[in-house]
């Protein structure tokens, strides 16, 4: 059974800057797509950033380019998620998560539990 276990969460001033790390266990997957969703109260999830543990180019929503980035450490199954230039609309649950099918991450099988990201103004 994969486990994703998140840190990093906080809360930070509008402008700063948090990271998130998500790190993975339990599975034997050769390659696996991995991710980050957010949810704000009121409000849909939303996907984040995604990427392939095999490479290609990462996947970030248009409310994010340029502010955030995702990467990953494959020999610690780790991904992380640096979010710079932070606003206050980015306050939500931030959500890890995987798939073994590969990207997009449209339905994953795996869910971290979350970590909250509070950006005051």
């Known amino acids: 059974q994969v486990q994703l276990v998140e840190s990093g969460g906080g809360s930070v001033q509008a402008g700063g800057s948090l990271r998130l790390s998500c790190a993975a266990s339990?599975?034997?997957?050769?390659?696996?797509?991995m991710g980050w969703f957010r949810q704000a109260p009121g409000k849909d999830r939303e996907r984040v950033a995604e990427?392939?543990?095999?490479?290609?180019?990462?996947y970030y929503a248009d409310s994010v380019k340029g502010r955030f980035t995702i990467s990953q450490d494959n020999a610690k199954n780790t991904i992380y998620l640096q979010m710079n230039g932070l606003k206050p609309e980015d306050t939500a649950m931030y959500y890890c998560a995987a798939e073994a099918a590969g990207c997009p991450l449209v339905d994953p099988d795996y869910w971290g539990k979350g970590t909250l990201v509070t950006i005051s103004s």
């Open positions: 990427i392939y543990s095999e490479g290609g180019g990462p």
């Open positions: 339990g599975y034997t997957y050769s390659s696996i797509c």
